[in-house]
């Protein structure tokens, strides 16, 4: 598995100086990583990738996880990374850089969050994707970001589930940016072609608080277990999904009517508590193989307080877990003080500052380290991730081989698969399999470094 998160970036300069562009702030903050590899798209020590982005849009693609937790450490090392630039970024221009880990900007722009999943050759990716669609599109009511939508026309303000929900335009498509599908199938295994694919997943958004990213990926990580093994689903195949989507998205309730392809109706709600009702007795035959079934298990639980909550209009019990309704009864009480509608300029900052990731400047920072958000993770594995590739996985591999590239001075390239040292003649390895953490090949190649060092 693997999360790439875009960043929006913005910065406030001191009264009297000249207000910066983006794009002049993306390429200050990314001078220190230019300075090093003469690149702005580069490999990180982590075995994460940290790249520029079409838009000045800051983005981290994780190394490679092979659990959920692991994941979800690796996700939030972004964050550490980034930030740690937008402080360099800051010292030098004087002025104060911001990173929003959140999915539109004030222009309406969107930028992503798009999750990655390996799944077997054999699946056929449409019809995978259309399996998933109906939990795809509904499952915005376990871990939408919330947002408040401008007023737009006829259309006064309203706070929407999901930022990302009215930012998709198909079910399934090899497209991504033309036209945003939920699930993208364009064939890039970054792994051995005859064995592997890769479900690439657009319609997620960033999110901040922790169990709601493990709700996230780790109710799409059974569903795709279920499918994989022949699970049995329910037919919930649903007519026009993507007008639906959009519908889910504005319907805090999950009582939103969806008509069933097979006939018949049933809730956006009705959905989760279907599919929910299958995992919890998937979980009982599940194989205890890489993300462990007390992590799921975790997962399966959280997953029904939160339809519980929904199915009894009492958010109460999941209130410190779920980025919407986090949001939500915040903005709420702000809503009561001001006595205004969705529309009010103060909401839409407290809106956005929820999402801005300095550690005690951010709102979720804040509420978090006041306890008023729940973790599901630790300091130590975030610290651990920052620096040190995953070590059950290919990336440990390539963690290995930038370190030592770093230490002998090494002229190298190095992608997804392939590690190749350059000079003084050339040496490459492919690495297909993303499972091994261990290969007598990549050691001729740290050998080969140490031979011919500067």
Not at 6 to 18: D, H, K, V
Not at 39 to 63: C, I, K, M, Q
Not at 115 to 123: A, P, Q
């Amino acid at each position: 598995m693997g999360v790439e998160t875009e960043y929006g970036i913005t910065a406030r300069t001191p009264a009297g100086s000249r207000q910066l562009h983006p794009d002049e702030i993306a390429r200050e903050l990314f001078r220190p990583v230019i300075d090093e590899y003469s690149s702005s798209n580069v490999f990180v020590p982590n075995a994460s990738r940290l790249y520029l982005d079409v838009g000045s849009h800051p983005e981290v693609a994780t190394a490679e996880c092979d659990s959920l937790s692991q994941l979800l450490a690796y996700e939030c090392a972004g964050d550490v990374m980034v930030d740690r630039l937008a402080r360099q970024a800051e010292a030098a221009t004087g002025a104060q850089v911001y990173l929003f880990k959140n999915n539109v900007d004030s222009a309406g722009n969107s930028y992503g969050c798009h999750e990655n999943y390996l799944v077997g050759r054999d699946l056929v990716l449409r019809d995978l994707g259309r399996a998933l669609l109906p939990f795809m599109i509904t499952r915005q009511l376990i871990c939408g970001a919330g947002l408040i939508q401008p007023a737009k026309g006829d259309q006064p303000a309203q706070f929407l589930l999901s930022q990302r929900a009215d930012q998709v335009w198909e079910g399934v498509s090899s497209a991504t940016t033309r036209s945003r599908p939920i699930i993208n199938t364009r064939d890039e295994p970054h792994g051995d072609s005859a064995r592997f694919r890769r479900m690439h997943v657009i319609v997620g958004d960033s999110n901040m608080a922790e169990p709601t990213f493990a709700l996230k990926v780790g109710t799409t990580l059974l569903m795709l277990e279920m499918i994989e093994a022949g699970f049995e689903l329910p037919n919930l195949e649903i007519v026009e999904p993507i007008a639906r989507i959009r519908d889910i998205a504005r319907d805090t309730t999950g009582r939103t009517v969806l008509e069933l392809a097979s006939g018949g109706t049933i809730t956006a709600l009705e959905v989760q508590q279907a599919l929910h009702a299958r995992a919890v007795e998937w979980l009982a035959q599940r194989p205890d193989e890489g993300t462990p079934r007390t992590e799921l298990e975790r997962v399966v639980k959280l997953w029904g307080r939160v339809l519980d909550a929904l199915e009894s209009g009492d958010l109460s019990d999941v209130a410190q877990d779920v980025d919407w309704i986090i949001k939500l009864q915040l903005l709420e009480r702000y809503r009561d003080r001001l006595g205004g509608d969705w529309g009010h300029p103060k909401l839409a900052q407290v809106d956005l500052t929820y999402h801005d990731i300095r550690p005690g400047r951010g709102l979720y920072s804040v509420l978090e380290s006041r306890g008023l958000i729940n973790r599901w993770t630790t300091d130590a594995a975030i610290t651990r991730a920052v620096d040190t590739a995953p070590p059950t996985t290919r990336a440990w591999l390539r963690g290995q081989f930038l370190a030592k590239a770093k230490e002998t001075g090494a002229n190298y390239t190095v992608d997804w698969t392939r590690m190749k040292v350059n000079r003084p003649e050339a040496r490459v390895e492919e690495f297909s399999d993303p499972f091994i953490s261990a290969d007598a090949r990549l050691d001729a190649l740290l050998e080969y470094m140490d031979v011919h060092a500067r």
